[in-house]
Structures are given as structure tokens and as C-alpha cells.
């Protein structure tokens, strides 16, 4: 979700040097994406240490799983990532035996990881925005594509091939997955004229931590979720809202998978189950206000957390989301080289 050469070159400086303990995991995943307390419950019981490397992007993170040399012993992928790093033989298949409290997931979710993750969140694309600038929550994409000119250069977009492309695509009422020419030029065309408005296409999450860029970022592209954490970063509770735009939008669910060649795959499938756990899993969800994808874990949530919409959104939303499929390399190649252009005209 962020610049992806500069968050690749740090990635790669921390996992190809020698972990400094010989109990360690190391877990790649997105900044502020697990609760601490629940990691520090696994480390007091097993004295196996976590180290969490981050990524702000899919493509990002898709470039250091590739690599055979990475140091990775778990992570976080989308439903899309699962299934091609499983069929490559990169991610270690999962089931009941290997990590039991799969049991508390629904087979609909387990089937979304491929059977090479455990279900971690879930959630939907939308708008985040400031709500002591922009007082009347966006309703349409058209708030993020087509802005009002006092947004000029106060938007942050994200980098990674596929969420980039849900706001034009629902705007043109096609689908998020679309792999033809005519339509990806045609959502060109829309992110080229929403250029000139953007102030960066980092990811919020990192943008809004740089002290240039922070104070100026008042609408974004982002995930649910994603205004918590940005109110924790900026210290001031309630500041960033959330919407999911009424032409609908992408349905996503993250995988918490291990990776079969890692040298400590017994600890990492372990630490899988442990998270998986119905009180891991339930405190994690509380920790960070996410919608938890175990049926035990739910059940346990309080009834505010299970009802409230901004966590678990309502059927008419989920009825106008799409879900990722895996779109074609011609496809993949060209919206890469689309967002490396739209730079040229901001």
C-alpha cells in the first residue's frame, strides 16, 4: 500500500540479516495489523520471539515472498497471494491437523485463503477522511476521483495494482477484476485527471507519519480500519472516519499463512493455532477494532462490537461488493505500468 521501492530496500536490509536470537519468527505484515499483548502472551508462553517486519504494499510484499533467499517465516497476504504462493509451493497448506482451531472458521473463509491460510481479517476498500475538514462523510467514488478543487493536493492514493483500481472501476460500473485494454485505459483516464489533486501515492498509514506530508493529507484511499490507527498516529480520537462509497466496493479478506521453507515451520505453524485461537483471535479483533473471521472469537466479542457498522459492515454494502479474483500477467503488467506514470501528471 505504499512507495514500494523504498519499503522494499529496507524490507530487504532486515530479512537477509541473521535473526539475533535463535527462537525467533520472523512475520511480514502490515504496520499496526496485530495486537502486541496477544504477541506478548505467545512469546511468556513459548519464549519464541516475534519480529514483525512491515510492508505498505501487496506488491511490495509479493516481491520479498518471491524471493527464495528471504527470511520469512510468516505472513499476511490477501485471498489472491494465498492461492498463488500456495500453488507455487511457497506457502505451507494448512488443515485441522496442522493447526486445529481452523475448526472455529467457517469453510466459506477457509476456502478464500486457498487451504494455505488461516482466515485473519477481513473488511472493505473505501474513503478515509478528516472529518474537521470535510464535515459531510463521501457518499461516491466521485468525492475521491472527481474532488472538490479544495482538495487539490490534500489526497493520498495507494500504489498496489488492485485497490488503486477500485475507485475508477466502480465509477465506470464494471468489474474491480477487469483485464481488458479498453477498460483499463478507460480507468486511466479517470486516475490522470484525479492526478493533479493527489499529494502522494504512498499509503495513508505511512504518508501521514511524515512530517512534510501529514498535516496535508485530508482524504485518502484505505481500508477499514485503517481511521483507527491514523487517529492513533495523529493522537486525536475520532479525527479520521471511514465510508464505503454507495456504488459498492472490494470485499477483501488477509490470510495468515507460513512459509514451507522456513527453518522454525513447526514454531510458525504454532503460532498460526495460537493467533487462530478463539481468546487470540477476539482480543486481537478488539485490540484493533477489525471484524474477526472466527465464529468462536465472535462470540465472544460484545454485542456493541458485533453490531456496530463501521466494524462489521451492513448486508446492503456487502451486497454491492466484489470480491479479488486473479487477474491475467497482461493485466497485472499493465496496471503496474499505468501507476508508474501517473506521477507525470500531478
Request: net charge negative.
Amino acid at each position: 500500500m505504499r512507495g514500494c521501492t523504498a519499503i522494499s530496500v529496507l524490507v530487504a536490509t532486515l530479512i537477509w540479516t541473521s535473526p539475533s536470537r535463535a527462537e525467533t519468527l520472523n512475520l511480514l505484515i502490515w504496520e499496526s495489523y496485530i495486537d502486541q499483548k496477544v504477541v506478548d502472551r505467545w512469546m511468556e508462553k513459548t519464549g519464541v520471539a516475534i519480529r514483525q517486519i512491515n510492508y505498505d504494499s501487496g506488491d511490495a510484499r509479493d516481491e520479498i515472498l518471491a524471493n527464495p533467499s528471504s527470511n520469512i517465516d510468516l505472513v499476511v497476504v490477501g485471498e489472491n497471494a494465498a492461492a498463488l504462493f500456495g500453488r507455487r509451493g511457497i506457502l505451507a497448506p494448512l488443515a485441522e491437523t496442522n493447526v486445529p482451531s481452523l475448526k472455529d472458521y467457517a469453510p466459506e473463509w477457509r476456502k478464500r485463503c486457498a487451504g494455505f491460510g488461516l482466515p485473519y481479517f477481513w473488511g472493505t476498500v473505501g474513503i478515509l477522511y478528516r472529518s474537521d475538514v470535510i464535515t459531510r462523510p463521501p457518499t461516491s467514488w466521485q468525492d475521491l476521483m472527481r474532488p472538490a478543487s479544495a482538495l487539490k493536493k490534500h489526497i493520498a492514493m495507494i500504489s498496489d495494482h488492485t485497490e488503486a483500481f477500485v475507485p475508477p472501476l466502480m465509477l465506470l460500473g464494471t468489474s474491480i477484476n477487469a483485464n481488458d485494454n479498453e477498460t483499463l485505459k478507460a480507468a486511466f483516464d479517470l486516475m490522470k485527471k484525479q492526478a493533479p489533486f493527489v499529494l502522494t501515492y504512498d499509503y495513508a498509514i505511512t504518508s501521514i507519519q511524515d512530517p512534510v506530508l501529514g498535516d496535508d493529507i485530508h482524504m485518502a484511499l484505505g481500508y477499514s480500519g485503517d481511521q483507527h490507527v491514523l487517529n492513533d498516529k495523529v493522537g486525536v480520537s475520532g479525527l479520521w472516519r471511514y465510508s464505503v462509497p454507495n456504488e459498492g466496493t472490494l470485499s477483501w479478506v488477509d490470510c495468515l499463512a507460513a512459509n514451507s521453507a522456513s527453518p522454525n515451520k513447526r514454531r510458525a505453524l504454532e503460532f498460526l493455532d495460537f493467533i487462530g485461537s478463539a481468546e487470540s483471535a477476539a482480543a486481537n479483533a478488539m485490540a484493533l477494532t477489525m471484524p474477526t473471521t472466527s465464529s468462536a472469537a465472535l462470540a465472544l466479542l460484545p454485542k456493541a462490537t458485533r453490531s456496530d457498522p463501521e466494524i462489521y459492515p451492513p448486508p446492503e454494502i456487502l451486497a454491492k461488493s466484489q470480491y479479488q479474483q486473479e487477474l491475467s500477467v497482461p493485466s497485472v503488467q499493465a496496471r503496474r505500468r499505468i501507476i508508474s506514470t501517473l506521477a507525470n501528471f500531478q
